[in-house]
């Protein structure tokens, strides 16, 4: 399943900025890879966090091949022993399994987040250990599917507006006024920043 979104969002942003304007152009339609079970993939953004994207879908192969499926009641199965063994440290393991306990417990209900605004979904999720705002608003985009993320929190959101843009650095000040550029479509203007950020253009901007 892929991040939904289509030319309406991309005329969008053609047409409010020149230079996103011609990278949009240049790449065509990104299929961006989302992961819509929200329980899931707060579980995959925890494992992920500071470690390679190989290394990530390593370890999250080996946890799929072991549980079949990962739930709470699969996950609570498990000790933080053998969730470490999944090659997670202490610290990772200890943070999922407070995780599905909060669920199993219904101190946190993730049918209630999607009702949410998008700041009310961060400020529940970062009271979860583990959790802070770049991994829930990264959970809103690639979970919840919402059309306006632009986290600042985001290295690579940041060199992708220095490439496009020539910038030396971008301060808050920048980001905030790229944010109020791109909105409502952040989360789409997000996707091809992190491709301008990976290397994907191959012809220099004008």
């Keep these: 399943m892929y991040f939904d979104y289509s030319e309406k969002e991309m005329n969008y942003l053609i047409s409010k900025d ?15 890879a989302v992961h819509p079970d929200l329980f ?29 499926v990962i739930n709470v009641d699969t996950i609570l199965t498990l000790s ?22 909060m669920i199993k417990n219904k101190e946190l209900d993730l049918n ?7 700041d009310e979904v961060i400020e529940e999720l970062i009271q979860v250990e583990g959790i802070g705002v770049w991994t829930a608003e ?12 632009f986290s600042y929190h985001d290295l690579a959101i940041h ?24 909105s409502p479509y952040c989360s789409v203007a997000s996707i091809y920043l992190w491709a301008v950020a990976g290397g994907a253009l191959e012809k220099e901007l004008k």
């Excluded at 290394?55 to 799929?64: F, G, V, Y």
């Excluded at 990264?138 to 993320?149: G, Q, T």
């Design 80 to 101: 933080i022993d053998q969730l470490q063994a999944f090659g997670i440290t202490f610290r990772k393991a200890h943070y999922i399994h407070n995780f599905a306990q």
């Design 138 to 149: 990264m959970i809103l985009l690639f979970s919840c599917m919402r059309k306006n993320i």
């Design 18 to 32: 020149k230079k996103l304007g011609q990278v949009i152009e240049q790449l065509g339609f990104i299929q961006r």
């Design 159 to 182: 060199r992708g507006l220095q490439l496009v843009y020539h910038h030396k650095k971008i301060n808050k000040k920048m980001f905030e006024k790229y944010r109020k550029r791109f």
């Design 112 to 118: 209630v987040l999607t009702t949410l605004s998008d």
């Design 40 to 68: 899931s993939s707060v579980i995959h953004h925890i494992v992920g966090q500071q470690i390679s994207t190989k290394a990530l879908t390593t370890i999250w192969q080996r946890m799929n091949d072991t549980l079949l």
